[in-house]
Each structure stands twice: as C-alpha cells, then as structure tokens.
C-alpha cells in the first residue's frame, strides 16, 4: 500500500535542523511557534555501551541507547510539524534496532519501516498531529521489545501546541527551563551469590535478562541511566521563581513522581489537549508514557525528585535534586523553634 | 429490610431480551437510545472448564467463567435501564458462584442476594443509574472472591448515556465498531522444577493458586483467555476511517493499554459522565474497571494493542492485533529512505 | 537563608488549636470556613511501639507512628490557614523522626527542619496555599525514609476550599461524616520456614526490613494498621441518605480503592482545584498521595470498602467495612427470584 501511495506536498512547511543534546537539558526550541510548519531533521545512532548503574555495587550494563544516553535525547515540535528522522546503527553493533514513536501515526509508530541492522540507516518522517509528551522507544520484535526497552532504548518527544501551553481558561504557561527526566527499571541478573553478573558484550545477558524481567521486579529504578546521576555534582539547579517544566518519561514501568517540598502547580499526565490538572503533591506516569509538570519555585534550599513509591526511590535509586537558589519566605514555613531537649 | 421493601412499578419500562454473544464481540445495541428506558433480560451460565492458555508452554487453568468465555460476555444497556438477570450455575459444577456489577447499587452489587450453588438458579433486577463502562465478576466471599476472579470470572457492563457518546463540547461521538477486550493475569502454579502444574478438576488447584497469587506477581497476563487470542486468525479488523471503541476489562490488577501507531483519540478512564481524555498515547485502568477508549484509524497496517509493561506485554502475553485495511497517507508518515547500508 | 529571612506578619490570623482524634475519625471543624485565616496549633509526638497486624498468624511490626496511630491522626485546615506543629519524641524513642508534609512548600516539606531525636521537640509553621488532600510523612534521610513511612508513620493533611467542596458547576458538596483510611503497607521479614521474624525493639528489624522492601511485595497491605481494624466491631458505620467523604491515605503504594455495592459520586484523586470526577467505580491512589472520594448511601446493608486488587484486599489485608441502616429500594436492586434448585 505504502509503495502506491500518493506523493506528499512539503511546499507549506520550512525545513530546519534540530541539534540535539543530552538529557536533562531540552534542545533550543520556541514555546509558541513563530512562522508556519516545520520539517525538522533529526539523528539518531543506536550506540551499544557498557554503562555503570550504580557505583556502590558496581551494578553495570550493557546498555542499548539512542545517541548514548539513557533516556535518549529529548525532540521538541509543535503540532503541525514534521519530524525528519535519519537513524543510524553503527557498523560495530552486536543488534538490529528500530524506533517507535508514540507521537506518530501508523506501522507501529514506524517501527516497521526503521528497522536498521549493524551498518544501516534509514530516514523517517511524520507528521506530528497530536500535542502532548510522547514516549519513543525501540521495538524490534518479539520478546526483543521488552528487552530493547529496559536496557535504555527510550526517550522522549514533546509535542507543543503551536500557541504553547495554557491554563484551563486559555492563560499562557511559559516556562523558564525543561529539567527532562528519564525513569529506567533495570532487570540485572545476578549470580548464585546475589553479585549482579557482567557481560562481555551487547546481547550476552539476552537470556538471563529475560527471566529477571519475567518476576516484574526491577533491581534498579533510575533516573538518567544510573543512581545520581541528578544528584550531587549532577544536581538539577534553579532560582526562586523560575517556572520549570519537568518532563518525566518512563518507557515500560508506572511511576509517581513527587517534588519534596513542591508541587505540580499544572500537571498534564495524558495529553496537552486535555487542560493540566493543578495543585498536585503526586502525580502518575502511566507506563508506557511521557508526560510534564510545571512547577515554580517558591522557596530556596535542595529539592528531591522521586518516585514516591519511597523504596524506589531510596533503594532503587529513583531520586533527583533540585538545588534552588533565592530568599526564604517565612510566610510559607518557618522554623518557630528549633529542635532541642524538652528536659532542659 | 428487603422484605418488607415496597414492590416498584415497571409499568414504564420496555422489557426485551438482549442476546449475549462471546468476546470480543458486542451484543446488538442502539447508541444513542430510542423509546423509554428497557428492561433488560440476560442470562449467564457458571461454566467451569479446562482452558489452555499459553499452547507453547501447555500452561492450563480450569477456568471459572461466565457462559464459558474469559472475560464473560459484554452486557449493553443506556442510564436508566434496568439489568434482569437469570444466573444459573450448571448440576455439574464443583463451586458456589455469585455476580457483584460494579454498575449496579447495594447487597454488595448484587453478590449479596445471587450465591447459586451447583444446579441452582437465581434471578437479579437492577437499575443502571451511572454511564460507563463497569466490570463484573464473581465473589462468593473471602479468599474465594480473589480466587474466582484470577481464574477468569469477570465481565464487563457498558452503560451508554441515553443520548450515545459525546466529546466535551456536547458533540456526539459514534463508534462503528466495538472491540471487548478482557485482560486476564493468572497466577499458575508451579512445580519444582517450574513446569506448570495441572489438576484434575476445578478448585483442585486452591491452595497452590492462594501461593502464588499472594507473590502478587502473575504468570500470565493475556487478552480474552489466552495467549494469542486476539493475534494472527483471531486478530481484530477494520478499516481506514473506521472509529473502534476498545472496552477494556481488568477485575483485579492495573493495566496501561497503548495502541501501536495509534493514540486513544477519547479515552473514558473512569465513567461517561466525566468527559474524555484526548490524544493519548497511554491510558490507565484501574485494577477493579472496565474503560473505554476511541480511536478512528488513519493508516492501514497491523496495529498492535498492548498492555505498555512491555514485559506484560510480550512475556506474559498481553497483546492483541488490528488489522486495518485502507490506503498509506504518506502525509503522516513515510518511509523516506529505506533502511540501507551507509558504508555502501 | 532562613536565619536571615524576614519576619512575618501573623496579625491576620486567629490562633486556634486543633484536638487531633485517633483515625478512622476527623477532628471537629467547619466545611465552610468562617472568618478569617486561621493559625491552627496541633501537637504530634513520634511514638513507637509494638502492633500486632494480624492476630491470625500474629505478624507484628514495631509501628512507628505519630500520636500512636497508623495512619497518623487526620488534620483538617482551610486554603489560607497555617499550622503550627509541635512535634515531639518522647524519650524513650529508639530513633530520630521528623516530618514531611507534601501539603507545605519549601525545606523538603518541613523535613529538612524537624528532625527530632529522642527527648528532643520542635515548632514548625507553615502555610496550606492548595486545596486538597497531601499525605505527610517521615523522611529522615537515605533508606531511613522508606523503612519509617513503611512502619507506618505517615498520615493525612485535608486542606478544604474556604467555601468547601464544590461540583464542577460550583454547587456546594456538604458531606455528613468522614471515613479516614490510611492504607499501610508492610515487609515483614519471614524466618526461613516462612513465619514472621519478632524483634525486640523498635529498628532492630532494620536490615531484615530493607531485604523485604527492595522485593517490592508487601506481606500485608492493611487498612487502618492492622487486618481488620475496621471490619467486624470496628467496622464504619452510616444510614441511608448519608453523604461520607471517604479520605484514602497511602503513603508509599498505589491503591484502587472500591466500595462494594457503591460508588464514587465524587472523586478528587489529585487535589481540589480541579474538578471531581464522577460515578467512579473504582478510583486511584498514586502512591505517596491522600485523596478523596464521596458517596450518598443509598441502600442498606454491608459494603466492603476496598483495595481492588483482590488479592490485596482478601490476602493482604486491604478490607473496610461500612454497615449502613435503612430501607431498601427495591428500584435500585431486587431480588426477582431466590436463588433455587432449577431440577425441583
Ligand atoms: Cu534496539
Ligand atoms: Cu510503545
Ligand atoms: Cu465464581
Ligand atoms: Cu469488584
Ligand atoms: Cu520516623
Ligand atoms: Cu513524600
Ligand atoms: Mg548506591
Ligand atoms: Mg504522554
Ligand atoms: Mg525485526
Ligand atoms: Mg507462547
Ligand atoms: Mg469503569
Ligand atoms: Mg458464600
Ligand atoms: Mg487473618
Ligand atoms: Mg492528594
Ligand atoms: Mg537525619
């Protein structure tokens, strides 16, 4: 059918470049479109790499990543646009990979016509017609999805309405900054002795992945790849009144994410055309979804950023910082008394 | 109290019968509803049987069934009607059985007054005062009632509004077809050497079924009763421009459907009087409904209809396939070069 | 920041306090707020102590709790008012508490201000600027924060719109009691013939409990701090024509909350400046959330109020009951025809 198919018209859109850049940050992009629609080219490698999860165990896999990260880069639009994707798998790949993105529209999200073994490319486009944030992730085949997906082959794609993001009554929600935040639960096998196994290349631990996937039970649950790697030194930073846009993607696994101290002051779980919800302590990220929340800073001091099912976040590693700067206000809070012995 | 309750005068009500038919298949129904509200006669039958559910593994479950299908038959009414049903359980059977709806109001949604041992019959009347989609299922008390559902014995009623379906804005939203899909997560037990263990009749399996469900961890997660019962010759069909409402079912555990190269265009997570969630990628379904969504396909192509857990989905065996007939719109999507070598 | 931060003006608001009660009761307080804000004076003390959760197999937990409790005591304020907490551990406490509530802004919710040690107390004030239902909870630090909230030391802030609850069309939605319900899921740790481990003191399961929790499969998930604490003689209690508001509390887990033979008439998952959804059958708790849901009964009889997955709900734990007076309907529900041998 797709061989017959009419030819399309792309005189109406302009076509552009979208550099992409490594989560948490978001690439350089217009909140309300300027100009008519754009076909924006983007690239994907699907880069293999042995990656630490977690330092203290020396946790590790081999992780099936697109352009090296986990989440894989995050692709901004507006509804209206076209996405122009050129997806390259290295000749030195162990896997055939492929893309599906939620956002689009037919064969599997393209997923059928984007398969790439190791030394091929392909180039897709789309149209994006619905606006909202959109999980992508690989999806070869078979049980290779599931295991595609929870070795890190994810990310996400953001999907603006032309005019940005509005309240329910039409208001203008600009942002100042996006913190993108990708939640992965991992499936590390482990040994007789409960040491997590390590594998000599991509694809070695197929097998024993699958059966440590088969109990639901994911040893690891962690935002960007690893455990801290947005605490610490890789804090999340801001100010006091900057509006920030977190969006949260988890490619298989439900979540909850919670800022400690915060709120979701507009929370869209599903989709930008259905209004944010408002004033939100937790809000739910269905698996299988990207989605945003947007909160502006109202106090200074550090931030956590969690699934708030507590045991992932504090034994599985599902915890971010945010590092705010500015002045307190005792009007919020305040530290009437300070803790001291009630027998002095 | 129930007795001495003042008789009700159905002077106003049309009685008719409704002929249920097996899933995932709808009964014959009007949308939007002509004439006064209807009295609604159905039957179910308690039908325990032998089901393979995974032919691969030769995994076995002696299902405990509505009319002899997992999920029981979909059951049609409009707000205002009234449900008459004749719930007969089989001489042959080795179980008590009852049915709660959750669409339905008081005597624990009917369970109270319809425990049917084998060779009995009961008849239930209920007024159907909510639009959505609700489950039903069996619970004759205690553990029983977690052990009945998980062997396959839920259902799904749709309440339509009186006037059909209607978007936010009041506008109506007709469906051309409707596809009834139940998810199903079976705990199977086990042997020591984790073969599936089979018995020789239903109940037989009780005490090692209450193990393995308290892990909380299923098995088997599977649309209408088995793996691949809704793939390959069982697929779902449709064509290009065809609007499908998808009803799923889930008695007892969360799920997240994703429809691949698709989007739910209006999705109805908790009821029809709240208005639809738009443009989503992933909806949610609270462990405990049934839900509805829409989509008005675009492209033809396989279509795969999955619980977004990826492992859920093709470990445990939670997809479903539509097969859409039409012509390509290379306007939303095109494969602009296919996958070659780049060393070439 | 703080130390330097200005003073602020509490000339507006009239000092109250507020007698917290034990769960599954709410304090006394106003629907519809009269006079100005209110700066609300409430005392918790972190107690711990030795619960039995199920008296069958007599699993025990060394609680730790505020006021005793769990869940901790309901707090009920106004948008706009304050609360000044005084939080106190006793002396003989085995280990350090504090407090986080998601309802406040700023210093990881008040955690970052109220750590007390044994013998020590502290006076935090903050200020309720979003309606709805926020869980609180202990957060010491590390795995500390997921071993306290899951020993049961967490609880429920309702902070109401001034002019209470309100439809989506702004009708006042009165309510004529409340039902709290914190939902507590526990990891007790088994000895290796499967029976439940008991300890000496508070903390001194600590590694014991971090093993269970990692799995992520609680050994109970109960209503209330133990299996049946609000069924049988303890079970809630209402008359037909009774408008409960029914708070759910769960600090760490996702719950599906589902009243047997009822429904949600009013549902607020997220907060109260959204709009409440309506004729829910079965609602959602995102873990690390308080919500709320309404119901006018309507038939008499016993409703079981439930987590639905009924594995839960059966198995673990996770069963209310509300036994409610009145006259039946017999034009909601009728019993046509008892159930009876169909061979006589
Ligand atoms: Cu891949
Ligand atoms: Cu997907
Ligand atoms: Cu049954
Ligand atoms: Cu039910
Ligand atoms: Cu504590
Ligand atoms: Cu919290
Ligand atoms: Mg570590
Ligand atoms: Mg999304
Ligand atoms: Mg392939
Ligand atoms: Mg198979
Ligand atoms: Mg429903
Ligand atoms: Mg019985
Ligand atoms: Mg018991
Ligand atoms: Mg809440
Ligand atoms: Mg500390």
């Not at 090296?68 to 030195?92: A, F, K, Q």
């Not at 009554?169 to 935040?181: E, F, K, M, V």
Request: glycine residues 10%.
């Amino acid at each position: 059918a797709q061989v017959e198919a009419a030819p399309v018209d792309l005189s109406g859109y302009t076509r552009v470049k979208q550099d992409l850049v490594a989560p948490p940050f978001a690439p350089v992009h217009e909140q309300v479109a300027t100009g008519g629609p754009k076909l924006i080219e983007i690239n994907l490698e699907t880069t293999e790499r042995l990656m630490v999860v977690d330092e203290d165990t020396g946790a590790s896999i081999w992780a099936l990543t697109y352009n090296g990260s986990v989440p894989g880069p995050l692709i901004i639009c507006h509804e209206g646009d076209m996405i122009e994707l050129t997806l390259r798998n290295p000749v030195g790949s162990m896997m055939e990979h492929n893309i599906d993105f939620h956002a689009s529209t037919g064969a599997l999200g393209g997923g059928g016509l984007t398969h790439v073994f190791p030394g091929e490319e392909t180039v897709l486009r789309w149209k994006a017609t619905k606006p909202g944030c959109f999980t992508y992730h690989c999806a070869p085949g078979g049980a290779m999805i599931a295991y595609h997906v929870c070795h890190g082959m994810n990310g996400a794609v953001m999907v603006l309405p032309r005019d940005g993001l509005k309240d329910v009554d039409g208001n203008p929600l600009p942002y100042d900054s996006i913190a993108y935040i990708g939640e992965q639960d991992y499936y590390l096998p482990m040994d007789e002795f409960g040491d997590y196994k390590t594998y000599e290349a991509a694809g070695e631990d197929y097998a024993d992945s699958l059966d440590a996937m088969r109990r639901l039970t994911p040893t690891h649950s962690v935002f960007n790849g690893a455990v801290g790697a947005l605490t610490g030194e890789n804090a999340l930073t801001a100010t006091v009144g900057d509006t920030v846009l977190m969006i949260h993607n988890q490619s298989n696994r439900d979540s909850r994410p919670h800022l400690i101290g915060g709120h979701g002051d507009y929370v869209w779980e599903t989709s930008f055309s259905t209004p944010p919800l408002t004033g939100v302590e937790t809000w739910f990220v269905r698996g299988g979804t990207a989605m945003a929340s947007m909160y502006t800073f109202k106090q200074p001091g550090v931030y956590a950023y969690v699934n708030h099912n507590l045991i992932e976040a504090v034994l599985l590693g599902a915890t971010a910082h945010f590092v705010v700067e500015g002045e307190w206000d005792n009007a919020l809070m305040e530290q009437v008394v300070a803790p001291h012995s009630f027998e002095a």
